[in-house]
């Protein structure tokens, strides 16, 4: 169970590294639109994984890719937006969720339209 310390910490993380990628991070190569969508902190703080869509033009491995490269900035500027002890290592991960739902959701409906027709035969 987490504590609500460390979740209070992966909020502001989040909150932070979310601003970070939106307004300090300049890469022209990037046309997508990046959230943080959840940050993983380990309780003694030494790591935190952090979670990432993307929607555009551009890949989200290639979006992955490029966050991946940028880690070691995104934590300097994360030690100076939040103060503590030890500042975090970064590992950023692709957010599979979204397409994990849609999955689940197109398999729903597929099921529902062979138990439908399976009705309509009995009539």
């Known amino acids: 169970m987490k504590s609500v310390r460390i979740e209070r910490i992966n909020s502001e993380i989040q909150k932070a590294i979310s601003h970070i990628i939106d307004n300090d991070i300049r890469d022209p190569q990037i046309d997508a639109i990046i959230s943080v969508s959840s940050v993983e902190t380990t309780p003694d703080l030494s790591y935190c994984r952090v979670y990432i869509t993307s ?28 103060r503590l002890r030890i500042t975090p290592r970064l590992e950023f991960l692709k957010d599979e969720s979204v397409e994990y739902s849609s999955k689940i959701e197109n398999i729903l409906k597929n099921i529902t339209y062979s138990t439908e027709a399976d009705s309509d035969d009995e009539e």
């Open 55 to 82: 929607i555009g033009n551009t890949p989200s491995d290639e979006v992955l890719a490029r966050i991946k490269g940028a880690a070691g900035f995104i934590r300097g500027r994360l030690s100076k937006m939040i």
